[in-house]
């Protein structure tokens, strides 16, 4: 049950990449606050938020190169925490 | 593999560099680390009782008995701290699960040994500031072991301390949990497939993963009430627009799928020693691996169901309630197939089947009274009486209590090299398992008849039946006196005990007693399931 992966070393030019856009959508975030979307803001708030986490997740913190065990784990742990905010939603929503 | 060497040199026991209380406390061996959680839970689990007898004492009769009100609350909070935070939520999987695990995968030790240790001193830290917070500050917390708000947040009592403690005591499940699954994942000798692991390995994977994914949801309430009563930011207080009925969100998030973290170790154990005492391959062992993993799933979406009454909307009680009723599935999965493993078994009817046989018919007794609280329309009768305090002390420790003493009783002996007498550890049994019933059957009658919980004072009505369930508290004390001086005069000075008397098929079985250091001389090859007793003889 030893399986052994090859470390992965990401290149400065990809690291950086990601550096840039990942300032480019904390840019977004807050330009978005200053356009007029209505109930849509929140929600475009949290898109950026989650390819932002998505980001750091897959690159900064090897995710994508690391084996699919440990992305279903990820997914796992996700979909946990989306089902305890979604319950109690049961409630908020319709008290 | 010579058992007699092995007795010589005293196993684990004596392989170590360090000496004196070092050799324990920095040790990274998983036997040396289960030991010391052992004899921790275990001295929580008695102070836990001797609150409970008091608290048993006060309610004999009407009116003030022994102590005050204030007294009193402080006394039902501490006994429910000490009991689920320091001894039955580590109580099966940190002890037993340290000492036993490793040996079952084929392993030589959890993968992260030193986070293993590390672990246990958050245990350590945690405790000590639960139990210093009882003398300091504006003295114990009165607020019930669930810390509700708004009260928590206002109570004059040291909460703030005891909460924090609490949430040391969550980090350093969070790592076992981390542990427990790697090792099941990555340390499992050649041969030992996914349906080669035995039982109670697979209901600590199980709990690990709940362990894991539940226990920072409490870490971050309970900060929250220490900034809401430190910082006064008005999150749960309503008075300043807050919420308090999403603490009782946030607070049971954690603290149903706790109850899950108690409960499948114990399950584990009982699927272990079934089996064994029955010599007969487990019946359905895959359903009962795969019910693990169900009840800690549908577990982790039933925690509305302690909300009926608070204010929830009606659409969360009606999804609550449904939700609650699947968990009844997995777990109905696990006592038929227990029952069925006995059936046409040879039942050999020694002390740790006594304590099995006893989970089966407690919990399930635990589990019926359940239903009862799990639609909503029943619950709403029996909210808060002392059906609730019975029906969670069938389950907790008519299951993950009695579980315990099993485990006790069937692996102890292995890593002592010594045993206990049967005949006293039958006794005892006895004793518990009568003085159990008396007290918490009881206490559901009671609570039928509308005795609320965590009163101090009650009706006279309520007299009669109160003195019953008290003089049942006598009667279960003097069984566990009986099976805890037997155990503890036993496993120290009891006679030798070698081999595999009980002809076990998991691999702790097959290793020297009490197991070397490094468990395994040579790494093991695995060639047959954990209950294939062909070839396993018993003397």
Not at chain 2, 22 to 35: C, E, P, V
Not at chain 2, 349 to 370: K, Q
Request: aromatic share 16%; hydrophobic share 55%; proline share 5%.
């Amino acid at each position: 049950m030893t399986e052994e992966h090859a470390e992965h070393i990401l290149s400065y030019g990809k690291l950086a990449t990601v550096w840039v856009t990942l300032l480019v959508l904390t840019a977004a975030t807050i330009m978005v606050t200053r356009v007029e979307l209505g109930v849509w803001k929140v929600w475009a708030a949290l898109a950026i938020a989650s390819v932002k986490s998505g980001l750091v997740i897959a690159f900064f913190m090897h995710m994508k190169y690391e084996p699919r065990l440990f992305r279903i784990i990820l997914f796992v742990a996700l979909f946990t925490l989306a089902g305890f905010i979604g319950g109690t939603f049961f409630d908020v929503l319709y008290r | 593999m010579s058992h007699e060497t092995a007795m010589a040199e005293g196993g684990f026991w004596r392989d170590t560099g360090r000496t004196g209380i070092g050799a324990w406390i920095f040790s990274t061996d998983h036997k040396r680390i289960g030991l010391m959680y052992l004899y921790c839970v275990f001295g929580f689990f008695l102070v836990g009782a001797f609150l409970g007898l008091l608290i048993r004492l006060e309610l004999m009769a009407p009116g003030p008995t022994i102590m005050t009100a204030q007294t009193y609350n402080a006394m039902f909070t501490v006994h429910g701290v000490v009991m689920i935070f320091l001894f039955i939520i580590p109580g099966i999987p940190a002890s037993f699960g340290n000492l036993v695990l490793p040996i079952q995968l084929g392993a030589r030790d959890v993968a992260f040994p030193r986070v293993n240790l590390f672990s246990w001193w958050l245990y350590a830290i945690g405790a000590v500031i639960v139990l210093v917070s009882l003398f300091t500050g504006g003295g114990a917390p009165d607020t019930g072991w669930t810390f509700y708000v708004p009260f928590s947040a206002r109570t004059t009592t040291n909460v703030s301390l005891a909460v924090f403690g609490v949430f040391v005591l969550g980090f350093s499940s969070i790592l076992t949990g981390i542990n427990f699954i790697t090792t099941i994942h990555r340390m499992r000798a050649p041969g030992m497939t996914w349906t080669r692991i035995p039982l109670f390995a697979w209901s600590l994977y199980a709990t690990a993963w709940v362990q894991v994914l539940a226990t920072p949801i409490i870490a971050i309430t309970l900060l929250l009430v220490v900034t809401e009563r430190i910082l006064g930011l008005g999150l749960f207080d309503p008075t300043r627009g807050g919420d308090p009925v999403m603490y009782q969100h946030m607070f049971w998030i954690y603290s149903h799928p706790a109850v899950y973290i108690m409960i499948l170790p114990g399950m584990g154990v009982i699927s272990d020693i079934i089996p064994v005492f029955s010599r007969k391959p487990i019946f359905g062992y895959k359903m009962i691996a795969f019910s693990s993993l169900a009840i800690a799933a549908a577990g982790s979406a039933v925690w509305g169901h302690h909300m009926y009454t608070s204010g929830m909307s009606d659409l969360g009680v009606l999804v609550f309630s449904f939700l609650t009723f699947i968990v009844a599935i997995p777990s109905a999965i696990k006592v038929f197939n227990w029952v069925s493993t006995m059936y046409k078994g040879s039942i050999s009817l020694e002390a740790p089947m006594l304590f099995a046989l006893s989970f089966i018919l407690l919990f399930s007794i635990g589990g019926l009274s359940g239903l009862i609280l799990g639609a909503a329309a029943t619950d709403i009768h029996v909210h808060d009486t002392h059906f609730v305090v019975g029906h969670f002390h069938y389950v907790m420790f008519g299951g993950t209590g009695f579980a315990f003493f099993a485990a006790a009783h069937y692996w102890l002996p292995k890593y002592f090299g010594r045993r206990y007498q049967e005949k006293p550890a039958i006794i005892g049994w006895v004793f518990m398992f009568i003085g159990f019933n008396i007290l918490y059957f009881t206490m559901q009658v009671l609570g039928m008849e509308g005795m609320p919980r965590r009163y101090y004072d009650y009706l006279p009505e309520f007299a009669r039946l109160n003195f019953v369930a008290t003089v049942g508290s006598w009667i279960m004390l003097a069984g566990v006196a009986i099976v805890v001086w037997n155990l503890w005069r036993g496993l120290f000075r009891g006679e030798p005990f070698t081999g595999n008397p009980w002809g076990g098929a998991s691999l702790e079985w097959s290793i020297a007693t009490p197991p070397p250091t490094e468990n395994f001389e040579e790494d093991p090859v695995v060639t047959h399931g954990p209950y294939d007793f062909k070839g396993v003889g018993v003397p």
